[in-house]
């Protein structure tokens, strides 16, 4: 919790100072430059960018806490995995656009043969997997 909370607030300021920037600039925004407002907008982006890298460390260390000593619960549920996998890609589109790459998420025809719209699985799980695959894709591109 001595790490989390720093960095949810460093998360949501950065989101709000965003959100503010970016609706000024929409608005009326003769009172402040254009390249100030820019420079402004790039660098809450790049803290929001920098916090959840951090919070992802964090995140693992405190998994990786957890798998050792046996703590880390499986909890599987009625889930639709497709939008598991949505939301995963979504957490990472700020990261994506930061770097100027095109993430696509291609469903195979013999997924969609199955017919499976629900599925039992541990959604937390499966996300926390596939924010690690997509973090490092986009760490080694």
Request: contains cysteine.
């Amino acid at each position: 919790h001595e790490l989390r909370t720093p960095l949810s607030a460093i998360l949501q300021c950065s989101d709000e100072i965003t959100s503010s920037l970016t609706k000024f600039r929409q608005g009326d925004a003769r009172i402040i430059p254009e390249e100030v407002l820019t420079s402004c907008l790039d660098a809450a982006q790049i803290i929001n960018l920098c916090s959840q890298h951090q919070k992802r460390i964090v995140d693992d260390i405190l998994t990786l806490s957890k798998l050792d000593s046996q703590l880390l619960l499986v909890t599987p549920v009625d889930a639709q995995p497709l939008t598991v996998v949505q939301r995963a890609l979504k957490m990472h589109e700020g990261e994506l656009q930061a770097a100027d790459i095109q993430m696509k998420f291609v469903v195979d025809q013999s997924f969609r043969d199955l017919d499976l719209d629900w599925v039992r699985l541990d959604p937390s799980r499966v996300l926390q997997v596939l924010i690690n695959l997509t973090t490092n894709a986009l760490k080694f591109t």
